[in-house]
């Protein structure tokens, strides 16, 4: 069995690394005046399962909700980002269906869109002040952030862009 040994500038005969290759450090080094940082491969690297993405809009639902947030838009006054990529003026952007429907069949993923008036309690709490948002469900039913405002403005308004910036979560995650 191999020696391992601590880090040092001179390292004794028969050492053969600084650290066991079951040990990965996480940020910030580990081999300060303690290891306790270290921690074995793959503790941390369990992949997530992710049951649905919940995209929670900037804009109340309802016909009232509805024409408050176009008059409130055309004025500039109000913005939703993520309004701006999943709906022209007068529906659903066609390229979001198709990335809606790629969601589902290639990892049995469903994107479900709600305004802020829609929210479960839950959806409320782990979205609150943080509109427009997407959400993650895991399949246990926790939730947590999965794209902020400021990454949905950066999409502009392009499903395509919107598209690429999911499916590099999705790869992190699933």
């Keep these: 069995m191999p020696k391992y ?3 040092s500038a001179l390292k004794p005969k ?8 079951e040990i990965r450090v996480s940020a910030g080094g580990a081999f300060g005046p303690s290891n306790k ?15 649905r993405l919940i995209g929670v809009y900037k804009a109340d639902g ?7 947030y ?7 006054a109000r913005e939703c980002n993520l309004c701006d990529i ?16 790629q969601l589902l069949t290639e990892f049995g993923i469903e994107f479900r869109l709600v305004h802020m008036n829609e ?6 709490s782990a979205s609150a002040g943080r509109e427009p948002c997407v959400l993650f469900e895991h399949e246990d039913g926790s939730l947590s952030m999965f ?17 690429k910036l999911v499916r590099s979560r999705l790869d992190f995650f699933v």
Excluded: M, N, W
């Design 5 to 7: 040994c601590e880090e």
């Design 14 to 21: 028969g050492c053969q690394s600084d650290v066991p290759p």
């Design 37 to 51: 940082e270290a921690r074995p491969i793959g503790e941390s690297e369990a992949k997530v399962s992710v049951k």
């Design 62 to 68: 309802g016909i009232v909700g509805e024409i408050a």
């Design 70 to 76: 176009v008059l409130g838009h055309l004025v500039g």
């Design 86 to 101: 999943t709906h022209s003026p007068i529906k659903k952007k066609s390229e979001f269906k198709s990335f809606e429907k």
């Design 119 to 124: 929210r479960t309690e839950k959806e409320l």
């Design 147 to 163: 794209l902020d405002y400021v990454e949905l403005k950066a999409c502009d308004g392009r499903v395509s862009s919107f598209e």
